[in-house]
């Protein structure tokens, strides 16, 4: 059992809090974990479990989101990555992993490029590098769902946008990822405080990915099908870091985390601990469901007459 604490802090008068669950004997330092808009701290049992015995894991709920205090109006990136820095300062450690997937990797990102002394190694997925006119203009759509109080059109609108829906690329656990996405946006459309706000400052305060985080070692990884920003151009993206790599991880979509979720956290316990990236896991692709054998007209009938 790992020792659980949860902190309060503040910044600019905002509070937030963050959680760090210690492990006994560490052998890397801490991983702090982003994720989406919308995800909270506690949005991430895969990464815990995976990353528990190596690393202390944090998880934070932002300002702006989980329960933590509202954003004041206006850009938000520099406030969230003061916070931030707030929680590598509490957590008293020289350095820190850092983990962002999504929305948590823009905000990743940019608190490497801002303090890249304090980054010892940085590991971004699902990278929204390139948004096109048409997404956001279906996310200001969903948007105005919410704002109207329609949480299962916004919902589902939010869903099949974050997902590929094309049939002919296989995507495994498509299915399961997609309720699971869906009742999870329900849920925070419904019960979340920051929800509609969330969104908006998605839209609006889009994070600065020009610049490289000097020195900081970094991996970038993709679903396949990623159909947010396509999987080449997250590859031009890491490109442009001296010294990146980039990964990307067969029969899956953004929401690669889901997908192959113990995947996933392996890689990111490979990388966050200096292990080879090569054979990891997330790297082969799944074997796919073979369908069961057609049965002839024949055999449907006797099958129908059995049953009767």
Same mark, same amino acid.
């Given at each position: 059992m790992h020792e659980e604490t949860v902190r309060s802090l503040s910044v600019h008068g905002v509070g937030f809090a963050y959680r760090r669950l210690r492990a006994p004997a560490p052998v890397t330092e801490p991983v702090v974990v982003l994720g989406g808009a919308l995800q909270g701290m506690f949005g991430w049992p895969q990464m815990e479990d995976r990353l528990g015995p190596l690393a202390?894991?944090?998880?934070? /709920?932002?300002?702006?989101?989980?329960?933590?205090?509202?954003?004041?109006?206006?850009?938000?990136? @520099?406030?969230?990555?003061?916070?931030?820095?707030?929680?590598?300062?509490?957590?008293?450690?020289?350095?820190i992993n850092l983990f962002g997937f999504s929305y948590g990797a823009g905000l990743a990102y940019g608190c490497a490029r801002r303090v890249p002394g304090r980054i010892a190694r940085l590991a971004l997925g699902g990278v929204p590098a390139?948004?096109?006119?048409?997404?956001l203009e279906l996310w200001r759509r969903a948007a105005g769902h919410?704002?109207?109080?329609?949480?299962?059109?916004?919902?589902?609108?939010?869903?099949?946008?974050?997902?590929?829906?094309d049939e002919d690329r296989y995507v495994t656990r498509r299915a399961l990822a997609r309720r699971y996405v869906r009742r999870s946006m329900l849920h925070?459309?419904?019960h979340?405080?920051?929800?509609? /706000?969330?969104? @908006?400052?998605a839209l609006t305060?889009?994070?600065?990915?020009?610049?490289?985080?000097?020195?900081?070692?970094?991996?970038?990884?993709?679903?396949?099908?990623?159909?947010?920003?396509?999987?080449?151009?997250?590859?031009?993206?890491?490109?442009r870091i001296p010294g990146s790599r980039f990964l990307a991880v067969p029969d899956t979509d953004h929401?690669?985390?889901l997908e192959r979720a113990d995947d996933v956290a392996e890689l990111a316990s490979r990388f966050f601990t200096d292990g080879p990236l090569e054979c990891a896991p997330a790297l082969v692709p799944v074997p796919r469901p073979v369908p069961p054998p057609a049965r002839s007209a024949a055999t449907a009938d006797q099958h129908s007459v059995a049953v009767i």
């Open positions: 202390d894991v944090v998880t934070a /709920d932002l300002p702006g989101m989980g329960d933590a205090g509202p954003l004041p109006p206006g850009p938000a990136h @520099g406030l969230l990555c003061a916070a931030l820095e707030r929680i590598i300062d509490d957590l008293d450690v020289p350095r390139h948004l096109s006119a048409g997404q919410l704002a109207r109080g329609d949480a299962g059109t916004f919902a589902t609108m939010v869903t099949e946008a974050l997902m590929c829906l925070a459309a419904r979340s405080p920051h929800a509609a /706000d969330a969104l @908006g400052r305060d889009r994070p600065d990915f020009s610049g490289v985080p000097a020195g900081v070692r970094t991996l970038v990884f993709s679903g396949e099908h990623d159909t947010v920003t396509s999987a080449e151009r997250q590859r031009a993206f890491a490109a929401w690669v985390v």
